[in-house]
């Protein structure tokens, strides 16, 4: 177990020899491990959401879908996971989703390790406990550093924090979007995506 | 007990006057009046009595939303305006009309079910609501402006994510036909609320909601979402997002044959222009808040105005398709209605106007040079906006104009008057609005249905009658691989009987036409009407889709049965509250006979439930004809089933009582209406 893992990220169960900086190292069936130069390591996401914004009509199924389905029927965009960017005279409609960084500045500042890597579900997506979660907003000041708007959210009702989890592997906002703007982008190997590969959006 | 989900509790009142801001409780109306046309008919009959003008400072602006909005069921983006409606005429009476688009969750997360505005501003304001609260701010800088002006100054102000409400030059200037319009197209038309607007000194209503609409049943709400979406549409194919990527699907909008983007079905040089990606012009669906089907188009390109298309949009300018048969529609019929989306004017009255206008010419009731219009030229750039500058304006022939085409006919009279009566129906005091969409009595082309008749005549606006109903006979002509308007009665008639036995309870109302093929059968228009309100009452009171809803016809399966338990069941997941289908038709009957009971009390009389002579007199496609005795003997079915009087057409007390309006009941007593 190399010293410089650090606690935080949270990889318990992955026992890995140390690898050079910044290379990716496949070893059996385990995920792959990247090593960045400030010694991070973060198992990649598995399962990414990806958007194709050139026929995304701004319904907002998506956003509206994922508040009902994750805050217990509080159904707000304020509360979605994914959200919806309009420009309306230019026409131009991004939905805006988690990226599931490959080195993920929100789950590195969290201060209580609430910010973990799902590895039960198998998506390995970078999801919030909310029982650890202490609200102090800090994964979404990181996130806004590189991508506007944060997409970890702050939930005022609850005091916690909220982000995308991908829905337990079955993300509904892929599932309810009426066009077919959203997929889903799977790998067993782990995807290079989100930060550092796309640096702001 | 409180719902547990659906509404948000509060009605925020605004007396633009005194510059009053209060709230009251939703609950002092729903869950009765369910929401949107029910609540603001209900908050009608309390405030505003028959003696207040539409422009009057003491009528009401309502803008109600009703439970479902701003949760995730399908097509929940809408909801109502009403008040007294100027553009009703010769007398001014209560009047609805939908909107789509974004503004009505905003309205609900800020925190509010519905908007009241009464009064009137000494100085050009704007409305500013922001979860739980709103001020009224000054608007001086805004006045003049055009429509999209006007929301790029307060998304300046108050953040892109603000959905605004906002009236062009044509509510400014009181126009009776001005709309209040939001986004780049969505719109409050028929009524004339624009000018309602105008005349309180509101030029526009902003709001951005961070709040949230809680839902009772969030997975029950999941599941009903799920099958809406199946049965309206599939995902689109990645090549083109227009076709579904199941094979052979069909969107389900008016039986089958439209769908995904409405610019699709308009061929010519704009269509070209967008389909060719090499020209900088594009058109790509665009949803009203949580649409399953997305049925506009959004179209942008280097030198015109961008916006949404839809149908009030693309058929307003018809004219220049002729005017140019080279082009079809062209980028002339794009920016004409853009135009009058920017001067705030309703474009389905214009698509009377402007062919009356040109008949008149013809006629030669009307000189060029004293119109100031080049009449020759109707179909150019040149004649719609010279029009429709003048018309916001209210300059010269605009002034008339302004005032609705039938009331402009009838100031005219004669002829003039005459000619206007083929694109306005309704004979009698409540009339002022133009065909929407289906043609009666056959003519110009088409089929007489005796339905659509007596729909006509007993509504308070034009009867929405391209929608419901009519979506089953468009249906059943798709699937025998006809169109709406060639298709054979005697064709159809096998295809709808299925789909009318589980809409209407009998098979035999598919047979709008005697099997002799040479009359009419109105056996069966009053129950089948009354039907079709309860439908059309309860979609504007829970507020969803007029398009989507009710779904009476499919178009994927072999019996085309509907579906008429949707809406229920998304009111029962959302709000927690078990409703079942014949219980919301009891609600839907006493909201209509609410509706009905505002209207009499404004003098609505069984005389003003009428058509014009030359509905009567024109055979339709098969040599049949509308009779007035049928009309009339329809008529009396239908008062007597809805428990009206026959003789007069006004609700009586019992059957006030028994519907639980017994406040109602006793102001029409006051009034002298019922003994």
């Not at chain 1, 907003?137 to 982000?163: I, T």
């Not at chain 2, 044509?170 to 038309?189: F, N, P, Q, V, Y």
């Not at chain 2, 995902?235 to 094979?247: H, N, T, V």
């Not at chain 2, 009377?352 to 008149?360: E, G, H, R, V, Y």
Request: proline share 6%; charged share 25%.
């Amino acid at each position: 177990m190399p010293q410089e893992v650090n606690r935080r990220t949270f990889l318990k169960g992955i026992t890995l020899g140390a690898f050079g900086l910044g290379s990716v190292v496949a070893v059996g069936n385990l995920l792959e491990i990247l090593t960045f130069p400030n010694g991070q390591k973060v198992a990649l996401a598995k399962m990414v959401i990806l958007a194709d914004k050139s026929i995304c009509s701004g319904c907002r199924v998506c956003e509206i879908v994922c508040a009902n389905f994750n805050s217990g029927g509080r159904n707000s965009p304020s509360l979605s996971r994914i959200i919806m960017e309009k420009e309306i005279m230019g026409g131009d409609y991004q939905p805006k989703v988690c990226h599931q960084c490959a080195d993920p500045p929100c789950l590195k500042v969290c201060p209580v390790t609430a910010l973990q890597v799902d590895k039960q579900r198998g998506t390995y997506a970078r999801i919030i406990d909310e029982r650890a979660c202490i609200g102090c907003q800090k994964c979404v000041e990181a996130c806004k550093q590189y991508f506007r708007p944060s997409r970890p959210r702050y939930d005022a009702q609850k005091r916690r924090s909220v982000k995308c989890h991908l829905c337990f592997g079955d993300p509904q906002c892929v599932k309810y979007c009426p066009l077919g703007v959203l997929r889903v982008e799977k790998s067993d190997k782990g995807l290079m995506v989100g930060y550092p590969i796309i640096q702001e959006d | 007990m409180k719902p547990q989900g659906g509404w948000v509790g509060k009605i925020l009142r605004v007396d633009l006057t005194s510059g009053k801001i209060s709230e009251q409780s939703t609950y002092d109306y729903v869950p009765k009046f369910m929401g949107g046309r029910g609540l603001g008919a209900k908050i009608c009959w309390d405030e505003v009595p028959p003696e207040v003008g539409a422009f009057d400072p003491e009528n009401r602006l309502i803008l109600a939303t009703g439970p479902l909005q701003g949760t995730l069921a399908p097509t929940s983006g809408r909801f109502m305006v009403l008040g007294k409606a100027p553009q009703t005429g010769p007398v001014e009476s209560f009047c609805r009309s939908g909107v789509g688009g974004h503004f009505a969750p905003e309205l609900k997360w800020a925190g509010y079910d519905a908007v009241i505005i009464q009064g009137k501003a000494p100085k050009p304001v704007y409305l500013w609501i922001t979860d739980h609260k709103a001020e009224i701010l000054d608007a001086a800088r805004l006045w003049g402006l055009d429509t999209y002006q006007t929301q790029q100054m307060i998304w300046k102000l108050h953040g892109p994510k603000t959905r605004v409400m906002v009236i062009g030059r044509a509510g400014e200037t009181k126009s009776r036909i001005a709309c209040i319009l939001t986004d780049t197209g969505d719109a409050s038309g028929q009524g004339g609320f624009g000018g309602v607007m105008g005349s309180k000194n509101l030029k526009a209503i902003a709001v951005r909601g961070t709040g949230t609409v809680n839902v009772a049943r969030p997975k029950d709400l999941m599941e009903i979402t799920h099958h809406i979406q199946k049965l309206f549409s599939r995902k689109s194919l990645r090549s083109d997002p227009y076709q579904p990527e199941e094979k052979n699907f069909k969107y389900n909008i008016w039986g089958g044959e439209y769908g995904r983007g409405s610019l699709s079905l308009l061929p010519g040089e704009l269509l070209d222009l967008c389909n060719n990606p090499s020209s900088g012009y594009s058109q790509t669906p665009d949803g009203c808040f949580a649409c399953p089907v997305s049925c506009r188009s959004r179209v942008k390109g280097p030198d015109i105005t961008p916006g949404v298309a839809f149908c009030a949009q693309s058929y307003m300018y018809l004219e220049s398709m002729v005017h140019q048969p080279e082009k079809g529609y062209s980028k002339v019929t794009w920016q004409a209605a853009k135009l009058c989306d920017l001067y705030g004017i309703n474009a389905y009255d214009l698509m009377a106007i402007i062919p009356w206008l040109s008949d008149c010419f013809r006629e030669k009731l009307i000189k060029e040079e004293e119109v100031g219009l080049p009449m020759k030229e109707i179909g150019s750039w040149d004649f719609i906006h010279k029009l429709l500058h003048k018309m916001a304006n209210r300059e010269g022939i605009g002034d008339l104009l302004a005032e609705g085409g039938q009331r402009a006919a009838a100031k005219l009279g004669g002829k003039a008057e005459k000619l206007s009566r083929m694109y306005y129906p309704r004979a009698g005091k409540f009339a002022g609005y133009r065909e929407h969409w289906v043609y009666l009595g056959g003519f110009p082309t088409g089929y007489a249905v005796p339905q659509l008749a007596l729909m006509w005549v007993l509504d308070n606006r034009d009867a929405l009658v391209s929608h419901s109903y009519i979506s089953a006979l468009w249906g059943a002509a798709f699937t025998v691989g006809q169109n709406a308007l060639t298709a054979v009665p005697e064709k159809i008639i096998p295809v709808l009987k299925p789909v009318m036995k589980a809409a209407y309870g009998s098979a035999e109302a598919a047979e709008f036409v005697r099997p002799d093929g040479k009359n009419l059968n109105w056996k069966w228009a009053a129950p089948v009407v009354k039907r079709y309100h309860e439908h059309s009452l309860l979609k504007d009171c829970y507020v969803l889709c007029d398009i989507l809803f009710p779904f009476l016809f499919n178009a994927n399966t072999p019996d085309h049965v509907g579906d008429l338990t949707l809406e229920s069941r998304i009111f029962s997941a959302v709000t927690g509250m078990e409703m079942k289908v014949e219980d919301s038709y009891k609600i839907g009957e006493m909201i209509n006979t609410l509706e009905r009971a505002l209207a009499a009390r404004d003098g609505r009389t069984r005389k003003d439930d009428n058509l014009y002579d030359i509905y009567f007199e024109k055979e339709d496609a098969g040599g049949r004809k509308y009779k007035r005795e049928d009309l009339e003997r329809a008529k009396s079915d239908y008062y007597r089933l809805m428990g009206w009087d026959v003789k007069t057409g006004t609700p009586t007390g019992p059957t006030l009582e028994k519907l639980g309006l017994k406040e109602v009941a006793e102001g029409l007593e006051k009034r002298g209406l019922i003994k």
